[in-house]
């Protein structure tokens, strides 16, 4: 039998990382992970201003190093045997480029400007800018652009993003031929597109975040786009009316990208997509299962039949897309701007004296590992405690209804609250976020039948995962690769580049399976909802009298 291969490459916020994948069974051959440099040293961001960027050679160079490493590494796998490759992002992640797609800041005279590079997913510089899409949306006497994002337009998305630096960045704007998001940049970058009007346009990304739907004619339209800001008058023919999903053949790679990564220039680049969506395939998602893809943040991924869908808009999620996942099959995703985020706040809470009065870093970063897992376990000593509520907005709120102005908040705090309490009592917050997810869909008559986890969290805290479950009233599968979503992009791989037939062929074949199932107990069941209903009540007084907070 002729020996296969492909490769996913899953671009996260820190680093890039790279597997090679054989298509007959999903064995991951080799894997290599880069971070970027520029962003570790926190290069163009400023934290108090909530201003994420990335340089886009910070990608580039991660790539081609983290696929010389594993092909370097397989010393028994030709590269000719290699068929595609395929990427997701974060996002939404968008970029101003030139009349040859390529980003501005990869042109010497904005080679240090912010405004020039990708605006990171969790950039909330442009919090005005989307209360004001929100305002014209729902004022307009046209259609409601944003219906088919929830109804709330988010400051993490791309007309928001886009604006925000418009307005702030003359030259930028000046200069701007269009805007690509950084899962369109990649695969026109490795097929040697170099005009605007011929890019990979990904259909995932424009309908979660740019208001793309086929009932619109593609984008919402310059009447919709001057009525929020006369500065966007034109920007709607600089961008794309039609797209495509992730199991499109883009093309091969071209001539420079196949010398740089060592790799035939028959390797066939498919298309791309945001890393939660590329995740729940990795996941082996099914109809009506949720994937939670768990980190830093959550992105909740659904899938459902057009028919189970039918004409409704979901009200309060990040979006509701046909062939965001899986082709001809609408996609719905929802999500918490905090989770594992909000853990690792409360650890470099605790580690401020350890950092302020231990100088030597090995010592340092020691107790910092330990830090969760010593947390962890004593958090989990603890029974369910209805005195202590916890808000996980720290990041803000994705779902229901995005609201980045809010903030977190603990309420039953006494003396003898201890780190233990607190850390369990913020665990029970994100997975009451999590819950209010669920209830949402539910809300509107879309069955959640499967719970999938996948990332970091997912595999490494079972107390989370454990409270997950009792607080969601459902099982939980945790699944079994700890590279699920890399590895969702090698199955699009597989299909783009004929290996496989269909998605679920791919899913069937690639898919490793579930190594945890966590199932909720009966004893706490009553305790976790009445815990639940205090949270909301919770939140919904700091949500109406936190100034600026209110919907």
């Known amino acids: 039998m002729e020996k296969s291969y492909v490769i996913g490459v899953d671009y996260g916020s820190d680093s890039v990382r790279a597997v090679l994948v054989d298509t007959k069974d999903g064995k991951i051959e080799a894997e290599s992970v880069f971070y970027y440099p520029r962003w570790k040293e926190g290069r163009f961001c400023d934290p108090e201003r909530n201003m994420f960027r990335q340089h886009p050679l910070d990608y580039t160079e991660g790539l081609e190093t983290t696929v010389k490493t594993i092909l370097s590494s397989c010393v028994n796998v030709n590269a000719k045997d290699i068929k595609g490759i395929a990427v997701d992002t974060t996002g939404s992640t968008p970029c101003a480029v030139d009349k040859t797609g390529t980003p501005l800041a990869l042109l ?64 930028v704007r000046k200069n701007a031929a ?95 997509a945001f890393d939660a969506h590329m995740g729940a395939i990795g996941g082996e998602i099914r109809p009506f299962d949720m994937v939670k893809v768990i980190g830093t943040s959550t992105c909740d991924i659904m899938v ?40 690792a706040w409360f650890r470099n809470l605790l580690m401020w004296p350890v950092k302020t009065f231990i100088s ?25 405690n209805e005195d202590i509520i916890a808000l996980d907005w720290f990041n803000g709120r994705r779902t229901p209804y995005a609201n980045q102005n809010l903030k977190g908040a603990m309420y039953g705090l006494t003396l003898a609250t201890d780190a233990p309490r607190i850390y369990r009592a913020l665990i029970e917050s994100t997975a009451f976020g999590a819950r209010a997810i669920l209830d949402r869909f539910e809300e509107e008559q879309i069955p959640v039948k499967r719970i999938i986890a996948i990332g970091g969290v997912a595999r490494k805290s079972k107390l989370g995962m454990q409270i997950l479950s009792d607080i969601m009233n459902r099982e939980i599968l945790v699944s079994a690769s700890d590279q699920a979503v890399a590895l969702g992009a090698a199955m699009f791989a597989a299909v783009s580049s004929g290996v496989h ?4 062929e791919a899913q069937d074949k690639m898919g490793g399976g579930y190594s945890d199932t966590f199932s909720p107990r009966p004893e706490v069941r009553d305790i976790y909802e009445r815990m639940y209903n205090r949270y909301k009540t919770f939140g919904s007084f700091i949500e109406k009298n936190t100034t600026g907070a209110e919907k």
């Open 360 to 384: 030597e870093n090995e010592t340092r970063e020691m107790i910092e590992d330990k830090m969760l897992n010593m947390l962890e376990k004593e958090a989990a000593l603890l029974s369910p």
């Open 501 to 504: 037939e269909s998605l679920e």
């Open 178 to 272: 269009s805007w690509v998001e950084h899962c369109d940049w990649i695969p026109n970058l490795l097929t040697g597109r170099n005009s605007i009007e011929s890019l990979y346009r990904s259909r995932c990304a424009a309908g979660h975040k740019a208001m793309w739907n086929e009932e619109f004619d593609g984008l919402p339209s310059e009447e919709f786009l001057v009525s929020v800001d006369p500065l966007l008058k034109g920007m709607r023919a600089k961008l794309y009316s039609k797209t495509q999903t992730a199991d499109t053949h883009v093309g091969t790679l071209c001539p420079e990208w196949a010398k740089k990564l060592g790799l035939p220039e028959t390797v066939v680049v498919g298309g791309s």
């Open 304 to 343: 459902a039949p057009k028919s189970a869908v039918g004409d409704k808009c979901v009200g309060g999620i990040c979006g509701q897309v046909e062939g965001s996942v899986i082709p001809g099959v609408v996609g719905l995703e929802a999500g918490q701007s905090a989770f594992g985020d909000v853990y």
């Open 108 to 171: 010497p005279e904005f080679a240090e400007n912010p405004n020039a590079m990708f605006i990171l997913w969790k950039d909330h510089t442009a919090i005005s800018e989307a209360e004001q899409i929100n305002y014209a949306a729902k004022t307009s006497e046209e259609d409601d652009f944003t219906k088919y994002v929830g109804g709330v337009y988010s400051s993490e998305w791309f007309w928001a993003k886009m604006l925000h630096v418009i307005r702030e960045d003359e030259s």
